[in-house]
């Protein structure tokens, strides 16, 4: 993610707040700019349609992706 006040592309997720959207909070490394991003859902059923992992697959994998970036923070 680019910062807004230095154009760097060094940044890091400081907070996560979930709800129907995932705002997250980022830092700047270089300037120490904090600024919101937004993530949302993006639903197009032709995706959907030509999946080629289950819902219980995908959402198998990004637990164990979730587990694996906690394990990072915490080291």
């Known amino acids: 993610m680019w910062c807004p006040s230095c154009q760097s592309d ?6 996560t707040d979930k709800s129907h959207v ?3 909070y980022r830092k700047c490394k270089v300037c120490h700019f904090t600024f ?6 993006k639903f197009d ?3 959907q349609e030509h999946a080629q992992y ?3 697959e995908v959402a198998r994998i990004l637990k ?3 587990s694996h970036q906690k394990d990072l923070f915490h080291e």
Request: charged share 40%; with cysteine; proline share 8%.
């Open 22 to 24: 995932v705002e997250r």
């Open 45 to 47: 059923p032709e995706l």
């Open 54 to 56: 289950s819902d219980e």
């Open 36 to 41: 919101p991003t937004i993530e949302s859902v």
């Open 64 to 66: 164990k992706r979730h």
């Open 10 to 15: 060094k940044t890091a997720v400081i907070c």
